[in-house]
């Protein structure tokens, strides 16, 4: 919509709002966003437009002369000292005015600019750094000054190209995901070998404990754990024809299992409590069939809708909820749990099941409430080795809430699977509720959920991830913060499937941030129709090798510098793993300081993304960031580097993470 210019201008109200992104309700012509007069610091006006914070709209301005004229502040409906906003103008990607922090009843401030010359104009409120309750934000008498050409509103989200970052895989051996496995004394022990490159792949394995061997056709390490606790170490090595590689591999043999973030796939995000055995067998299929399990990615988790539904009428899910020893009993839709388990372990997978402690689950189907003992060992006895473990309806069950009561059911559960001849990791999921990742580990969890549910979109993704600062210090070897799943690929939560509804730039940040957290990466897509770019994101060798560091130190943010962060994490070689992200609405330089992360003396920088050597820095390093974008870097020091000898590591929380082993 364009709309051109009479002598008085353009008034903001004039324009196509339906292109005006509002964080809540919708933007508004002449009233705030609740639908009362426009009303700032006690001042009423008759024009303008109310939103809501996240808010923004786009504009092309016409040549010629162009001023901007406005006054902005939070509406009194939000009340005195309530809502917390920031006013921002962007002229071409680059900041011609800030508001600074406004709060309810702080009085108007006057917006006079001068943007001749620029030809998008952005008109931003932000939410002010924290949540975004009350923050109903009025563009009050706002007017564009025109020599008389249109003023076009564009589209809030501007059109990017998907790129594909990630390089093709080379043809030389290369080993990825865990190279530290735990396993508890004497139990079963089965672990796939990611290991990419040209086949045929032959691998070998050196100093493997009594009773594990190497089956080199199925590319698996499998036997039974010594009795022992201890840390047993071993060499793997891959040839072909290109090449040889090798890799130190650990087996610590304690009560710790999960030493490195689980990844994999869970069926939640992608068909809801619409799953049977046929979707399942299928997504493990065309995992195996994309060589997912090269890069590590290993469990094939079947979440809510395998149980009975007490209350439903469709006969494929109705019927007794129990057998008569009181053993779940899988809805018609699953008719043979364990021969899917089997399929999945052919695969190079590993099967992973659901259940709620309360009575029912959050889809309605039958709960674990007052047959844990019995549910923990059916899990086992049909080869599960996860479980997701969802509160649901246990708030009818729990009384009051203490941290005893928000324990007890994980604690119970927990103490159940350890019981059990195999191994199971136990999957925590309660929202975060009562500071969870202070006490998930203590509860018996190797992950637990740190967030409400995740969706795919911007505001959902920046919230739930940037909002994992300081919980860095919680997670670890054993035990990680999980801010939920993966939303790329084609989604729909049971609905018709769609494409995520994240930028493609977005979805690297995303999944940029997911790394640095050493988050669990559980995908939530279909896998049975992986386009390129999806395919790029989930099969960067590097990337997700960051994730998987045997050091196991969540990232912390280290910088912010207006709408850009910085984060970063040590890896176990003595590099150090950096995130640069730009949450603003236009392209912005972001700056990684060598003193901001704690190290000294000239560094090598690597793109993780692309695959290529920038060069080295003895001080930081700027890139320029996509809008809602993210770059991935990893720092080596570079005399190390050029010496071919161990690095030498300054590194400011070295000793804090040697501990935290």
Not at 147 to 154: K, R
Not at 270 to 276: D, K, V
Not at 314 to 335: I, K, T, V
Not at 437 to 453: F, M, Q
């Amino acid at each position: 919509m364009a709309v051109r210019a009479a002598e008085t201008g353009v008034g903001l109200e004039n324009l196509d709002l339906t292109r005006m992104t509002c964080g809540w309700a919708k933007p508004m012509a002449n009233r705030n966003v609740r639908g009362g007069e426009l009303r700032i610091g006690g001042r009423t006006f008759d024009r303008g437009v109310g939103t809501h914070a996240e808010s923004l709209i786009r504009l092309r301005l016409p040549a010629g002369p162009v001023r901007l004229r406005a006054w902005v502040g939070v509406d009194d409906a939000a009340g005195a000292g309530r809502g917390s906003v920031e006013f921002r103008v962007l002229g071409d990607g680059r900041c011609r005015w800030s508001s600074g922090l406004m709060r309810g009843g702080d009085p108007a401030q006057r917006v006079e600019l001068d943007v001749t010359g620029v030809r998008e104009l952005v008109l931003r409120v932000t939410d002010g750094g924290d949540e975004t309750t009350d923050d109903l934000a009025n563009w009050a008498d706002a007017v564009l000054e025109t020599a008389g050409g249109a003023v076009e509103t564009l589209e809030p989200i501007p059109v990017e190209a998907r790129e594909i970052r990630t390089p093709p895989p080379v043809p030389t051996p290369r080993f990825h995901g865990a190279a530290v496995v735990g396993v508890r004394p004497g139990r079963p022990f089965r672990s796939t070998i990611a290991v990419r490159g040209e086949r045929p792949i032959a691998l070998h394995a050196e100093g493997l404990p009594a009773g594990l061997a190497l089956d080199g056709a199925r590319r698996c390490i499998e036997g039974r754990a010594p009795a022992d606790s201890g840390v047993y170490e071993a060499t793997l090595i891959a040839s072909n024809a290109h090449g040889v590689a090798r890799r130190r591999w650990r087996l610590v043999v304690g009560e710790q299992l999960a030493l490195t973030p689980p990844m994999g796939w869970n069926s939640w995000n992608c068909f809801g409590a619409r799953i049977s055995q046929e979707l399942i067998e299928a997504t493990a299929r065309a995992m195996a069939a994309e060589r997912l399990h090269e890069l590590g990615w290993t469990y094939v988790v079947i979440d809510d809708g395998w149980q009975r539904h007490p209350d439903s009428d469709d006969p494929a899910l109705a019927g007794p909820e129990r057998d008569p020893r009181g053993r779940l009993l899988p809805n018609r839709r699953f008719p043979d749990l364990r021969a899917l388990v089997d399929t999945i372990r052919g695969l190079g997978f590993k099967a992973g099941i659901y259940s709620s402690p309360g009575p029912i689950t959050c889809a309605g189907h039958t709960g674990s409430h007052g047959r844990e003992a019995e549910d923990a060992a059916q899990f086992a006895d049909w080869g599960f080795e996860y479980l997701k473990y969802d509160w649901c309806s246990y708030s009818r069950i729990a009384r009051g809430t203490t941290l005893p009561e928000q324990m007890r059911p994980y604690q119970r559960m927990a103490a159940l699977l350890a019981r059990q001849p195999s191994d199971i990791v136990f999957s925590i999921c309660q929202y975060g509720v009562g500071n969870v990742s202070a006490w998930g580990r203590a509860a018996g969890g190797h992950l637990w959920r740190t967030t409400g549910d995740i969706e795919d979109t911007w505001e959902s993704v920046r919230r739930i991830g940037f909002g994992q600062a300081g919980l860095d210090l919680f997670a670890g070897p054993g035990g990680w913060n999980d801010p939920d799943m993966l939303v790329i690929g084609h989604l729909g939560w049971g609905q018709p499937l769609r494409p995520s509804r994240l930028t493609p730039n977005e979805q690297y940040l995303h999944m940029t941030l997911w790394c640095l957290l050493a988050a669990p990466l559980m995908l939530g897509c279909d896998m049975t129709r992986l386009d390129d770019f999806t395919r790029g994101l989930i099969t960067n060798g590097e990337v997700l090798d960051v994730n998987q560091d045997p050091l196991g130190r969540a990232a912390s943010r280290v910088a912010v510098r207006g709408p850009t962060q910085v984060w970063a994490r040590p890896l176990e070689d003595g590099s150090v793993a950096v995130g640069l992200f730009n949450l603003d609405e236009e392209p912005m330089e972001v700056e990684a300081r060598w003193s901001d992360i704690g190290i000294v003396g000239a560094w090598s920088v690597r793109d993780l993304w692309r695959g290529r050597d920038l060069g080295a820095s003895t001080n930081g390093w700027t890139i320029t960031v996509a809008r809602h974008g993210a770059e991935l870097l990893r720092l080596s020091p570079a005399d190390a580097i050029a010496s071919n000898s161990p690095p030498r590591v300054p590194w400011t929380w070295e000793a804090d993470a040697r501990d935290r082993r």
